[in-house]
């Protein structure tokens, strides 16, 4: 007799409730091809359902102290470590993130996360305008009221923890809308935020397709900001749905990250850095994924060769073995896009220095149970051509392109010849050299001698069509704040 699979269920109210229209979805583990789960599929009237909580708890939440909010945070971040290791491997199942990043990096820096916010729920200062004479003039800023948040699915926990949190410290009540490809864990963790002591209501997550729960999210009337993660596409869409209530929006979205060798770079370093911006940093699936190798001509061929021995050396295989380096790729539909660009690759003239195999092929070691897995193995291509598709378009996987260059000034141009401005790097050993690439990079983050570094307390966030806000640190509190002047006259 086939077991049940776990039901997750959306969490409105305080309260776990499946979809209004008895409706669900498959949530598939990657590792093996096989359903494992099922989610609400929701709808409009769910979202209403849940905005409505959101507003019932706002009065409540917005009249706590900044102290009493801070605690409250506090508390889950507390929550959050106590069930730290089933929520990651439950992130882990199923959207095929190695274990050993989930336990290891996203559970541990989530709480720290909201740690932090909570730091910050007191420092919404503004300030006072000195116009002389009687008036008095000041500035300072309130929460939104309801505000929607939408998730990826490369790490729904991690981005969960951070944009939740912030909006809370600042005052707002929240309704979430998880990727529906890996919203498992963000539902699994509900439970812990009323056991923080948040009141009901004051975080809502509703689980359901971007085209029926996604939309109702931006298009609701009483939702009076959004913030979306996810790919530049989709934010194209988000936008054009926030013009007809001409609701604000926030927006962090894709990217194509330069990273740039100069000939007088560690080179074992970089070859370190690129393998684990490009591969074992959730198999390529990050918006700054190191996706195109600026190499110095004089050092191209050297560099891609240790390039390959540290590709060769990583272990691909199931997420939870504690020994694997690189885990599949997330759903069946980034897969089939993937492989798409390992066969366009080729076609545009690019040449395949190491990597290109896929499915059971692509694992270290062959796994009977992992047959049917949405594998890719660590792919290099080598291009002239900077505006090859593979060059400018976001992949979202375990593929790099590694272009050459001959001067400093090529590599700039080449760095920012794309309608990405996310982040960026270079790697060189000449200090006058590294302050000439901060300032070239077109770029939200510029990283050197290193790459896909992130921090809470540091400030993030991309250019162009990366997006169009600041990411953690004390700025990113200003996402979730909107300003009031208050201009005062004798009576």
Not at 2 to 27: K, V
Not at 203 to 224: F, I, K, M, Q, S
Not at 281 to 291: D, H, I
């Amino acid at each position: 007799m086939t077991a049940a699979l776990p039901a997750y269920s959306n969490h409105i109210g305080g309260a776990s409730r499946p979809a209004i229209g008895g409706g669900w979805l498959d949530s598939t583990d990657p590792a093996t091809g096989r359903v494992w789960a099922r989610v609400p599929d929701s709808g409009p009237e769910d979202v209403a359902e849940a905005v409505a909580a959101a507003r019932r708890a706002f009065p409540e939440w917005r009249a706590h102290s900044p102290a009493r909010r801070a605690a409250a945070l506090h508390r889950w971040a507390q929550a959050v470590g106590e069930h730290a290791e089933d929520l990651a491997r439950t992130e882990s199942r199923d959207n095929g993130r190695v274990l050993r990043e989930t336990r290891g990096a996203d559970l541990p820096g989530g709480a720290l996360h909201i740690e932090y916010n909570a730091s910050l729920a007191d420092k919404t200062a503004g300030e006072t305008v000195d116009l002389g004479g009687t008036a008095s003039v000041s500035t300072f800023y309130e929460p939104y009221g309801v505000v929607g948040v939408i998730l990826p699915w490369n790490a729904p926990l991690a981005m969960f923890f951070a944009k939740v949190s912030g909006a809370l410290a600042a005052g707002n009540t929240v309704v979430v809308k998880p990727a529906e490809q890996a919203c498992c864990s963000v539902l699994a963790g509900c439970a812990l935020l009323e056991e923080a002591g948040l009141p009901p209501g004051a975080v809502n997550v509703v689980a359901g397709t971007g085209e029926r729960a996604g939309e109702a999210l931006v298009l609701h009337p009483d939702v009076a900001k959004v913030h979306f993660t996810g790919s530049t596409a989709t934010g194209r869409r988000v936008t054009e749905l926030s013009a007809e209530g001409l609701t604000d929006l926030s927006l962090e979205l894709g990217g194509k990250s330069p990273c740039i060798v100069f000939d007088d770079a560690d080179l074992d370093a970089a070859a370190d850095g690129a393998a684990g911006a490009i591969y074992t940093g959730g198999a390529g699936q990050s918006c700054v994924a190191a996706s195109r190798l600026l190499v110095q001509d004089s050092v191209f061929e050297e560099f891609t060769a240790r390039l390959r021995d540290r590709a060769r050396a990583l272990r691909v295989g199931a997420p939870a073995s504690p020994g694997t380096d690189m885990g599949p790729i997330a759903f069946a539909e980034q897969y089939r896009k993937v492989l798409s660009y390992l066969e366009l690759g080729p076609k545009e003239g690019a040449e395949t220095v190491f990597g290109g195999r896929h499915g059971p092929d692509a694992l270290s070691e062959p796994d009977p149970d992992l047959s049917e897995g949405y594998w890719v193995e660590p792919t290099l291509f080598a291009a002239e051509d900077n505006g090859l598709r593979i060059c400018q378009e976001e992949i979202f996987g375990p593929v790099a392109v590694a272009l050459p260059f001959s001067t400093e000034e090529e590599a700039y141009a080449v760095a920012n010849d794309t309608g990405y401005g996310l982040a960026g790097g270079a790697w060189t050993r000449d200090l006058a050299r590294a302050r000439r690439a901060v300032a070239a990079i077109d770029a939200g983050t510029v990283w050197i001698n290193t790459f896909r570094r992130l921090h809470w307390a540091v400030p993030f966030g991309g250019r162009k069509q990366s997006g169009n806000l600041p990411s953690n640190g004390r700025d990113a509190l200003r996402e979730w704040l909107t300003l009031k002047t208050a201009w005062i006259e004798p009576g």
